[in-house]
């Protein structure tokens, strides 16, 4: 009988993760059927990219997912979420947990401050103390295991489940379901930050695969993970950029752009819009490009960040306008322009690797805040600048939390960055232009440490992450009787 597994891939990284790289492909190759569950608005569109025999695709049912999220119990569906986001063990860096508990109590009325945040606050104490507590709290999410995909089970048999989290988004209720199905399941660690901003799973989950040791770390000490239970396999999702699958050539990109090719190209990534602005940081970059204040005339990129393309809340739609204003006020500002994919995935939805991978790998000096691209950008050996210029009071909007961007520096994917000595700080215009101007003279500046950094935080930098991962897939589909 041939062996057969479920992937849930919800967002965007999932898919580049999955079938962007060697790990579906390597599977079907040893002779596994895959069931790859999908947004349903968009599963059409993928299959058609994606075609390939022994592999089947699935909706994923996210609205009626969403449904029953908002009519049943929602309120303490909500709360063992939360839980579970800030109640990871005080045994590793909770920083970033911590941010996300100011930002529900900002954002929440006195009455549920008082009805719900501060008794909260005593179990999340508990929850940092307590390995059975935690324990605990993954079983009684199980009380929500709506029957969303029996047909499927059913159907299909899987002997594993895969997700591209620990339960920490709607794949909650698959893994839940293939729980009571007695079906082993296994979480692909996607995300860098996502074993220290997530921690508790949203289900039982069996096994991971993870990026690093460091990851590994965070998801034993952070929630009580079983160290042989963990794979080490890298992160499939950047063995294109390892290989050069995606680069596009430089004056093709910088034509598809309207870009200066005697110029110097510093691009701007946009992150962390829900705690603050990016607008300070793009001001200033296009004011130091129009003032002559570079050591070399330059021009700037930007991509925007996916909340940018969000009706609600409005405030980031707004910025996005913002931004696309100063394109017009200043000759040399320029804005990626993305294509949407559709459905739950947005925009920045796999299609565009070889659009970001370009960006990075063309860029003279490559500009955000402490975003996941500071990863690539040093696989690609670009210098690298975080920009945290604040403005007073942050988004000053009611009921939104601001916190500074000078703040978030000892969040622990951040701190290690930092720590790493693979790019520099800026906190204010003078810092930004003095930070800029010494990687125009000197790119090769920190490459060493960005090697090093690069070699701690991924592990394999030959672009066999896809394999290895697919290698302890099947390794583990080996142990099922």
């Known amino acids: 009988m041939k062996k057969r597994v479920f992937i849930s891939a919800d967002h965007s990284m999932a898919i580049v993760y999955f079938l962007q790289s060697e790990v579906v492909q390597t599977l079907l190759d040893a002779g596994v059927e895959v069931i790859l569950l999908t947004d349903d608005e968009i599963k059409g569109q993928i299959e058609k990219r994606f075609m390939n025999p022994g592999l089947c695709f699935e909706g994923l049912r996210l609205k009626q997912a969403n449904d029953y999220y908002k009519s049943v119990d929602s309120r303490l569906q909500w709360l063992l979420i939360y839980l579970r986001r800030v109640g990871g063990s005080a045994r590793i860096n909770t920083e970033a947990l911590d941010s996300h508990i100011w930002e529900v109590w900002k954002e929440n009325s006195w009455k549920f401050r008082l009805a719900i945040w501060i008794p909260a606050a005593f179990l999340t104490f508990l929850l940092r103390h307590s390995a059975a507590a935690r324990k605990a709290l993954v079983r009684a999410q199980m009380r929500f295991t709506p029957d969303l995909y029996r047909d499927l089970f059913e159907k299909y048999k899987p002997d594993l489940v895969i997700a591209s989290t620990a339960g920490w988004r709607m794949d909650r209720y698959l893994l839940r379901e293939a ?127 996916p909340s940018h393309f969000q009706d609600k809340p409005k405030i980031f739609a707004g910025e996005r306008e913002r931004i696309h204003a100063l394109e017009k006020e200043y000759p040399n500002v320029h804005i990626v322009r993305p294509v949407p994919l559709g459905g739950s995935m947005g925009y920045y939805s796999g299609e565009d690797m070889p659009e970001k991978a370009s960006m990075m790998v063309h860029s003279d000096v490559f500009v955000t805040v402490y975003s996941t691209m500071v990863v690539e950008c040093a696989i690609h050996d670009t210098p690298i600048v975080s920009s945290c210029i604040d403005v007073p009071g942050g988004w000053n909007t009611p009921k939104k939390y601001s916190l500074a961007l000078k703040k978030i520096g000892n969040w622990p994917t951040h701190q290690r960055f930092r720590e790493a000595g693979a790019g520099r700080l800026a906190t204010n215009e003078t810092e930004l232009r003095e930070a800029i101007n010494f990687y125009l003279q000197d790119p090769q500046a920190d490459a060493t440490a960005r090697r090093s950094f690069v070699e701690r935080e991924i592990s394999y930098v030959d672009g066999s992450a896809g394999k290895r991962t697919a290698e302890f897939i099947l390794s583990v589909l080996d142990r099922k009787p």
């Not at 995300?191 to 770390?217: E, F, Q």
């Not at 952070?222 to 999702?237: E, T």
């Not at 950047?238 to 190209?265: I, T």
């Not at 003032?291 to 330059?298: A, M, R, T, V, Y």
Request: net charge neutral.
């Open 179 to 305: 729980n009571r199905h007695g079906i082993p399941t296994m979480a692909a660690i996607v995300g860098w930050d996502n074993p220290s901003s997530y921690t508790i799973p949203g289900a039982p989950v069996d096994w991971a695969t993870c990026w690093s040791d460091i990851h590994k770390d965070e998801l034993v000490l952070g929630s009580d993970w079983q160290p042989d239970r963990i794979n080490i396999g890298g992160i499939p999702s950047y063995d294109g950029y390892l290989k050069n699958a995606w680069l596009m050539p430089k004056d093709e990109y910088f034509r598809a752009h309207g870009l200066d090719p005697r110029r110097k190209l510093i691009a701007y990534a946009c992150s962390f819009v829900h705690f603050a602005p990016n607008y300070p940081n793009v001001k200033a970059l296009a004011k130091l490009i129009a003032s002559d204040k570079l050591s070399e005339p330059s021009q700037l990129l930007v991509r925007l960040h």
